[in-house]
């Protein structure tokens, strides 16, 4: 099990995806703005440009959209896009602050949807201090001729997934919503990728536990695992209601099309949620397990430390009653009694001992 697990790691370090970063060169409006693209009929135009060019430029054709993809910006550059595209006050607050859960809200129009991301960290072997998942979050401003999405967190690009939609113009040409669907989809997709990879840390405990050599400090390594499975779920299973809310409810940008795909991506979530839970039951079972061998292992020490406190009992009795200085005690002034004591003693020692040893607490 441990080699699987090592060929399954060195594995995604090789196909591991590449982290896009912000590029100064194609940041117009500043460091924190990764692009700013303008899309009509599915198609990329050409050259990148201000956002107030690219939306000058959507709305004089009165077709397309305007994609800006932003990675942890400041409060001044969020707030210039937030007056340009009229972006609701709130929404723009709930943008510079981290959520502790996913989120989809509708503004005059406007979808404001918040994303966990979840990201593995590679590790050569699990302990007690080990971070399993890194989090991080997307959030998402769609209007009906904008998309606007602010990243945070060490994963979770964007770069691939505007690169796969590009390759597809007809879904593209869905606009808004078809991109929002697509961040949906690529979160949940990392969802899977780690809980893939968290399965076989899970795998590597219950060796390490069910193993002659499993020592009592495994108990930290499995509460490490729970306490970073934990914080994989709160990303994961509150996005169950902001999905339903897309699918059952009229919302903005979403059509009945789109809103097929959510569905999809709702029974995804589904499995990997109660795959999840499936998991931290097991470590449950798995700490159980551990903490009755270490019972079995404490109760099988304290059995020796009686057995040989049964054993060292018959020669200090001996002595103690002989260290009594009574002038008549039985063979005391005997030339052979000091002998036949310490006879009487070993006698009685290898006895008890071997009736320890045969009934296994020595």
Known sequence: MPLISNLRRAVRRTY????????????????????CVVYQDGIRQAGDC?????????????KGFVWIGLHEPEQPELADLAELFGLHPLSVEDAMRPHPRPKIEAYDGILFAVFKTVGYVEHEQLTTTSEVVDTGEVVVFAGPDFVITVRRG??????????????????????PAAVLHAIADLVIEGFADVADAVQDDIDGVETAVFAQTAGRS?????????????????????????????????????GPDIQAYFRD????????????????????????????????AQNEDMRKITA????VAVPTMVCGMYGMNFDHMPELHWRYGYPMAMTVVVIACLVIYRGFRRNGWL
């Open 16 to 35: 591991r995806r590449t982290v896009d970063l912000s590029h100064p060169a194609r940041s117009p409006l500043g460091s924190a703005v990764v692009n």
């Open 218 to 254: 495994d108990a930290g390594t499995i509460y490490q695992l729970k306490r970073e499975l934990l914080e994989f779920r709160r990303a994961v299973a509150p996005l169950d209601r902001p999905l339903q809310k897309l699918i059952a409810q009229p919302m903005p940008l979403i």
């Open 308 to 311: 040989w406190a049964s054993i």
């Open 154 to 175: 060490r994963h979770g690009s964007l770069g691939p997934l505007r690169e796969g939609l590009e390759a597809s113009p007809e879904q593209l040409a869905k606009g």
């Open 50 to 62: 201000p956002a107030e060019d690219a939306l000058w430029r959507v709305r004089k054709a009165g």
């Open 265 to 296: 991506i709702a029974g995804r979530l589904a499995r990997i949620t109660e795959q999840l839970a499936s998991y931290d039951g097991l470590l449950d079972s798995i700490l159980q397990a551990h903490l009755a061998q270490v019972t079995v």
